[in-house]
């Protein structure tokens, strides 16, 4: 799979608005993209599916697990964190090897992993990184607790290109202490975010209740633009994996953040109207069947 693309690297990172790739690597050799996640058994979501969809855009994919779990397409039922030491030696082993294009953040599973996590991707400036600030798992399962919480606002958001939480994810990460989480609106929660260090803010909307999903993209410029899309029934698991994975993809491939986003949102949302229910709880995105023609995306 090829596309056209600018695979120079961009020098210089205070332009925010687009991030380029490698120079001077084999130009037949696909983008790369190292994730930090954990395992899913049910192939729905972390690292499976991230690797998946990197496969299905014309990546490659560099795994670093960052914890373990029990868990099926119904919910989670224990994770084990996987010591720092041990996420810093398979990550710093790989990258002495090979040159990557982009980091996907998803769980991390400890406060220090995401200290740790952080020192790895601070020493590769001008990669971008795609932060999908997991919480939770879609029945609600907890997935980070408050020093997670708190690492990703101080250590990780100054480093992160785009962030994309959903909704309650953005409340919870913007929200002051005994603050009224439901009282922020889209727009501050963004604000909010950004004045951490995030260049860009992906705040997903399948959690608001409208007919439509509308998913807003805020620059640290000021700049917002929304992507809508039609509301699909039924509940999958793994879809925010999967749009953080394929924005990492498309900025792998030297688009810019906005192009990048409508086509990581285009691939998700094609992968999610063609989900299967392999099990009996929610649905798994179809990710390597959804990815268009590279050349004309």
Not at 86 to 93: F, L
Not at 190 to 212: F, I, K, Q, W, Y
Not at 259 to 280: I, K, N, Q, V
Request: charged share 25%; net charge neutral.
């Amino acid at each position: 799979m090829t596309m056209k693309t600018d695979r120079s690297r961009r020098k210089n990172f205070d332009d925010v608005s687009t991030i380029g790739t490698r120079a001077g690597i084999d130009a037949a050799a696909p983008p790369v993209v190292l994730s930090f996640a954990a395992s899913d058994p049910s192939g729905g979501a972390g690292m499976q599916a991230d690797l998946m969809t990197f496969s299905a855009l014309g990546c490659h994919g560099l795994s670093v697990l960052t914890a373990l779990t029990a868990q099926d397409t119904r919910g989670v039922a224990e994770m084990r964190p996987i010591e720092s030491a041990w996420v810093e030696k398979q990550a710093r082993v790989v990258l002495d090897d090979i040159r990557v294009d982009a980091f996907k953040v998803g769980v991390l599973g400890s406060a220090e992993n995401v200290r740790t996590v952080a020192r790895i991707v601070s020493a590769h400036p001008g990669v971008p990184v795609v932060v999908d600030p997991v919480l939770a798992s879609g029945r609600g399962d907890p997935l980070a607790d408050e020093p997670v919480a708190d690492a990703l606002r101080r250590a990780l958001f100054p480093l992160t290109f785009v962030a994309t939480p959903n909704l309650p994810e953005a409340r919870r990460l913007a929200a002051t202490v005994g603050e009224d989480e439901e009282a922020l609106s889209l727009e501050e929660c963004a604000r909010r975010l950004l004045s951490l260090g995030c260049a860009h803010v992906l705040l997903t909307g399948a959690h608001e209740d409208s007919p439509e999903v509308t998913n807003r993209l805020f620059h640290r410029t000021g700049k917002a633009r929304a992507f809508s899309c039609k509301r699909l029934p039924g509940s999958y698991h793994g879809s925010g994996c999967t749009l953080a994975s394929a924005l990492a993809a498309m900025l792998a491939r030297g688009l810019s953040v906005d192009d990048a986003t409508a086509r990581a949102l285009d691939f998700t949302h094609r992968a999610l109207e063609s989900a299967f229910r392999p099990g009996r709880g929610q649905f798994i995105p179809r990710r390597i069947d959804s990815a268009k023609d590279p050349d004309t995306m």
